[in-house]
């Protein structure tokens, strides 16, 4: 954990004076979070290598990376070796490794090879040195008892490797649209190495703003992302109207008191 008093005044004066800059500026200066991490969707067209440089040099404490960027490179023709050797390259940390998403409500037949996607999410991060891997729920709308089931198993086999696994609600899914559900869902599997990721977006959708989740122990988040909303209801769904923080309507510093407040330490993408 990297604990800072007063603010980093090298690397964040590129954002002086931008929304985000004010963000920086919170973060640093009165916060004991792990630090930034660059999310490779926030630069979804650009190779994983050029992901990896802009990174580094726009000042970024990790980098989370999704199972797209692996695939995109192994279409390039790299192996998972290479991959995980252009990422050691890029000399920046690894704040989590995300896995194929589908796997919560996923039928029988299914099962099998989704789990075993997971495992090979689970061996990267490892590799990588990274301590967390992430999914969102997914498609599907199976009974809830089958949900817990597969949660259970997918924290069984996360253990197995010594990770955590950070599971995110979206507001707009048929089954796990809240945050009450997802919490439920992850007591009823009874894995302690399984626990909430909060993305802002979808909290503030959701109607969590600000502080609101304010009832959430602290030993509940295992990770945090970032993204602001616009004031607008969605046009589309699945949602494409995400916001760089500080240009929407987030209240982040209630969210960034609340989240030390609980003694959230991990980093936020």
């Known amino acids: ?46 190779p994983l290598d050029g992901a990896l440089a802009a990174a580094g040099s726009g000042g970024f404490d990790a980098v989370e990376l999704r199972r797209v960027d692996f695939q995109r490179c192994h279409e ?11 990422v050691r390259a890029g000399g920046v940390p690894v704040s989590a490794v995300g896995v194929e998403y589908g796997w919560t409500f996923a039928a029988k037949d299914d ?26 729920i997914g498609p599907g709308n199976a009974p809830l008892d089958e949900a817990v089931e597969n949660v259970r198993r997918a924290g069984e086999i996360v253990a197995g490797f010594g990770l955590r696994l950070a599971l ?22 009874g894995q302690p190495n399984v626990g909430l990721l909060l993305d802002a977006y979808h909290l503030q959708r959701g109607g969590r703003p600000g502080r609101g989740f304010e009832e959430v122990p602290g030993a509940e988040i295992f990770y945090v992302q970032l993204s602001d909303v616009p004031d607008a ?37």
């Open 1 to 46: 954990m990297v604990s800072r008093a007063r603010p980093n005044l090298n690397r964040p004066r590129r954002w002086r004076g931008r929304p985000f800059g004010a963000i920086l500026h919170i973060m640093t200066q009165t916060h004991k979070f792990r630090g930034l991490a660059l999310h490779t969707w926030t630069v979804d067209t650009t």
């Open 76 to 86: 390039r023709g790299l192996s998972n070796a290479a991959v995980l050797d252009l």
């Open 111 to 136: 099962r099998a090879r989704l789990f075993a996607s997971l495992r090979e999410a689970c061996e990267n991060a490892v590799a990588l040195e990274c301590t967390t891997v992430m999914s969102g």
């Open 168 to 189: 995110e609600y979206q507001f707009q899914h048929p089954v796990v649209s809240s945050l009450d559900i997802l919490r439920d869902l992850i007591a009823r599997a």
């Open 233 to 269: 209801p969605t046009a589309t769904l699945p949602p494409v109207d995400r916001l760089p923080p500080g240009l929407g309507v987030v209240r982040w510093t209630e969210l960034f008191q609340l989240l030390a407040a609980k003694n959230y330490t991990g980093y936020l993408s």
